[in-house]
């Protein structure tokens, strides 16, 4: 009774998106091995020349908001000690020519300077599966101001915090992403939003709503008399309301006079001793006013800057109109993720259609209505020609681990060319094998 009970509070759409989710997370993970393998030989080929280099996992598939259409991010760490483009270039060198290297494209000019690839790795029933890799480097330069700050792998720790956090962040992010995908607007050159700053833009909105409702239930309990404290986490949020309040903030948002600042995820922790913490029940300025609440007197009251703040006068740069949005960064105010989201506009008319569409049809026809807006079947991350399922003990995906190898610090310096060894790849005794010829097999696309 009480489990029937529970399963009614929740919004049809709610389980419409639980089980688009859900099938999200069986297709990555039948996806698992072939991207275990393609690292594997990319490992393998970057340590046949530089025996102390290691890749290291983030992005999507390091923090869990991957989809079938994700690419893999990795970072290449301990290489020899040159800058960036430099070593991008020595790699790009490198894998040219290597019979499971369909492509490579170097970027060594764009804000993060990268490699991208395409290998080819065997699946199933005679097949090839292409698996995109797009490598970036964190290393010493030949001088300290060639010191390369690798973002991404500093992003990790935090993201991974806020989804323990914000119960609903993962599968609204997620959901978002592949609505996005699936309209041609996650593309950054073409003037979309990359994941990273749909991310972003979740955690912003799901925090503003934490702050507003723990400072509620923080005056409630003062009105009770009551010393219970609000809780950080909401459980078992429901995720069809949370999606749709979602959809309606940022489709009448105002990007042009309004930033969405990174609040420290880290603030927001439950302590050991079940205690809130500093800013457990913080107040921002643009929700709930300056000062503390009447009869909260009982309950800690931080101020902290609001979530969703005015924009600065912004000067254009070089020629160019300021940016369209302003994103912060994680743990980086000077750094804009939403600098060159020049469709935004298209982004936020995007988002009215479908908060029009799943507020129309809730909640009768939110299941139909629901997989229409995600385009299941579409071709965008559908999964339609995934190879079957992998074997129960198939080998682990790399993992962004700071304990993973050698510990090199900066200075290691041109030590690191005069190391001899063995080739070898990261996770494997062996090298492992070739993929059979490609005028043998078909080719899928993951």
């Excluded at 992003?155 to 989804?163: M, S």
């Excluded at 993720?337 to 020049?342: E, I, L, M, N």
Aim: hydrophobic share 45%.
């Amino acid at each position: 009774m009480a489990a029937g009970a529970h399963r009614a509070a929740h919004s049809p759409l709610h389980w419409e998106v639980r089980r688009f989710v859900d099938a999200n997370d069986e297709l990555v993970r039948r996806q698992a091995q072939l991207r275990q393998y393609a690292l594997g030989l990319l490992s393998h080929d970057i340590c046949s020349a530089w025996p102390c280099a290691q890749l290291r996992l983030y992005g999507s598939l390091a923090t869990g908001l991957c989809s079938p259409a994700s690419d893999i991010d990795v970072a290449l760490v301990h290489a020899p000690p040159v800058s960036a483009p430099q070593l991008l270039l020595a790699l790009h060198a490198l894998l040219q020519g290597r019979p499971h290297v369909a492509g490579a494209q170097l970027l060594p000019n764009a804000e993060v300077p990268i490699l991208k690839l395409s290998l080819l790795v065997p699946a199933a029933d005679a097949q090839l599966a292409l698996v995109d890799v797009d490598i970036s480097v964190c290393c010493a330069g030949a001088t300290p101001d060639e010191h390369y700050n690798h973002q991404g792998l500093a992003a990790v720790g935090p993201v991974r915090a806020a989804l323990r956090e914000l119960p609903a962040l993962r599968s609204l992010t997620i959901c978002l992403k592949h609505y996005l995908a699936a309209l041609g607007l996650n593309q950054t050159y073409t003037g979309g939003l990359c994941a990273h700053a749909v991310l972003l833009l979740v955690r912003a909105y799901l925090q503003d709503l934490a702050i507003k409702r723990i400072r509620a239930e923080a005056h409630e309990a003062a009105l009770r008399g009551s010393a219970a404290r609000p809780s950080v986490q909401e459980a078992d949020p429901d995720l069809g309301a949370a999606l749709l309040g979602l959809l309606n903030h940022y489709a009448d948002f105002d990007f042009a006079r309004t930033q969405v600042c990174w609040a420290d995820a880290a603030d927001w922790a439950e302590p050991a001793d079940g205690a809130p913490a500093r800013a457990h029940a913080a107040v921002t300025g643009s929700i709930c006013g300056s000062g503390p609440a009447p009869g909260c007197a009982g309950i800690e009251v931080a101020e902290s800057e609001p979530i969703f703040r005015p924009r600065p006068p912004l000067a254009a740069a070089r020629g160019y109109p300021p940016p369209p949005l302003v994103i912060d960064a994680i743990r980086n105010p000077t750094l804009n993720v939403g600098s060159k989201a020049f469709a935004i506009g298209a982004v936020s008319a995007a988002l009215g259609r479908a908060r029009d569409e799943l507020s129309a049809a809730e909640p009768i026809a939110a299941p139909g209505v629901f997989y229409a807006l995600m385009r299941l079947g579409s071709g965008v991350g559908s999964g339609l020609m995934l190879p079957p399922p992998p074997p129960p003990r198939a080998p682990p995906l790399l993992g962004h681990d700071e304990q993973h190898g050698p510990s090199h610090g900066r200075g290691a310096g041109r030590a690191l060319w005069a190391q001899a060894g063995p080739a070898r790849s990261l996770h494997a005794p062996h090298p492992p094998c070739q993929p059979p010829s490609a005028s043998a097999l078909s080719l899928i696309h993951i």
